[in-house]
């Protein structure tokens, strides 16, 4: 099965220019497409991941992946979806953050040889452009009242849209403009959020070059409350082990929303569709089935089967086997000295980063949210003392009804 027919089986375009042409064009030579990512992380999130796999997509069906990371458009700051103008981040930072997306991406592309793949950082060529140049050159392929049109600057236009966010637009466009020359790039892929950015690049190419370039967008996976996926109360849920752990990254997967379960699996892992629809297709407590192996699925993907069968076994044994057993909860470490001889459940909350306000903690409390060892503390004014720590398994931390975490003290 070829690239599109994959991608179209597993409900992964949202849009596409120029179908028929597109599928001739592949179907005579290996060609090269670009998905560029954003360097302002130390670490690529879930956000990002579909877009990663679908390169490996990409790469499976014997075509050239290139990953653009965007050095220098992050100088300037992608408007779309932001209601204000995103700060932005010096050359060390942006250099400090690329270090880390290589190495993640290196766990789904081949980058053995530049005939496979490349990464490249898009300021090489954006930092030394001549405005004038830029102005005389590719100002005239913009129509300023088309731009204004575009979505990803209609939101902005109320608040205040800066010049500088203004040229993003065309900053992307000549990236694709740039690898079309350089590199034989004819395709650009991304986000449906990003549709007119990547269209402005793909009509960039057709009109200075009268070549073939073509571009396709995926669906925005959103919750029922219209997160997008990979946010959560915590915040992001990133590739790096380091900041999210295998089993918070399990414990993801293993608790998205049921209507979800049949997308995540056609997007994010290699199951064949036929047993995706069977798994979507349970219902009641057998979608927890569902869930457990698209949990495993990507966490495997990403993390190893190693940390896959550990995150899962964990899982287990705190939800399947009760409070009590030995989950992997994530670990939280408490010094001696902040501990004390012990804190309110506010204080500790607080101090675990569990929450983030005074006012959030109480709410948790009062609402019934948290529990300690297994027992639900109602009484804001009570101390968790170092009994709560005996045992050697740490201090167990319940938030909610999905949310575990083991602190124990150093020092």
Known sequence: MGFIETMKERGLIAQITHEEELIQHLAQAPRTAYIGFDPTAPSLHVGHLMHVINLKRWQDAGHR???VVGGGTAIVGDPTGKSEMRQMLGPDDIAA????????LAKYI???SPAQAIMVNNHDWLGPLNYLSVLREIGPHFSVNR????ECFKQ???KGLSFLEFNYMILQSYDFLHLFQTEGCTLQMGGDDQWSNILAGMELVRRCTRKQAFCITTPLLENSDGRKMGKTEKGAVWLDPALTSPYEFFQFWRNVEDAMVGKCLAFYTELPMSEVHRLAALGGAEINEAKKILAYAVTAMLHGDEAAVTARAGAASLFDQGVGGSGSAPEVLLTAAAFG???????????????????EARRLIEQGGLAINGEKVEDIGIIIGPA?????SGCLVKKGKKYYYRLRISG
């Open 147 to 150: 731009m204004l049109t575009a």
């Open 65 to 67: 992946v290139i990953a």
């Open 110 to 112: 081949d980058f053995a």
């Open 156 to 158: 902005r236009l109320e």
């Open 341 to 359: 001889v012990g804190l309110s459940p506010v204080e500790l909350l607080l101090a675990a980063k569990i929450v983030s306000s005074k006012a």
């Open 388 to 392: 709560a720590f005996a045992g050697g």
């Open 97 to 104: 953050n690329m270090r880390g997306l290589k190495a993640q």
